[in-house]
């Protein structure tokens, strides 16, 4: 199993900046990919960035890196917009085709 824990959310004014991170334990050798996703008020959850892809509504504005040595990945957003404001959730794919989700960090972008 791996487990997922998502940090770094918070109340943002619009223009502002918030790094998100995801540490990941447990068989984090059986992690095939990381990647975030958001789900904004009654909205489906979708994919905002991976480390080969970025939702067009966010291109230019986030960047996904990944520390391996810390088993971390981040989510660097900056320019952030109201269109923005969700719970943030960092989502692995292991080698085995499984699916691990953290418990999510909200993000609000409101002045």
């Known amino acids: 199993q791996v487990q997922l824990v998502e940090s770094g959310g918070g109340l943002v004014q619009p223009g502002g900046s918030l790094r998100l991170s995801c540490a990941a334990s447990?068989?984090?050798?059986?992690?095939?990919?990381i990647d975030w996703y958001r789900q904004a008020p009654g909205k489906q959850r979708e994919l905002v960035a991976s480390?080969?892809h970025y939702a067009g509504t966010v291109k230019g504005r986030f960047c996904i890196t990944r520390d391996n040595a810390k088993n971390t990945v981040y989510l660097q957003m900056n320019c952030l917009k109201p269109e923005d404001t969700g719970v943030y959730f960092c989502?692995?794919?292991?080698?085995?085709?499984?699916?691990?989700w953290g418990q999510g960090t909200q993000v609000t972008v409101s002045s």
């Open positions: 989502h692995v794919r292991d080698v085995f085709g499984r699916e691990h």
């Open positions: 447990g068989s984090t050798s059986s992690i095939n990919a």
């Open positions: 480390i080969t």
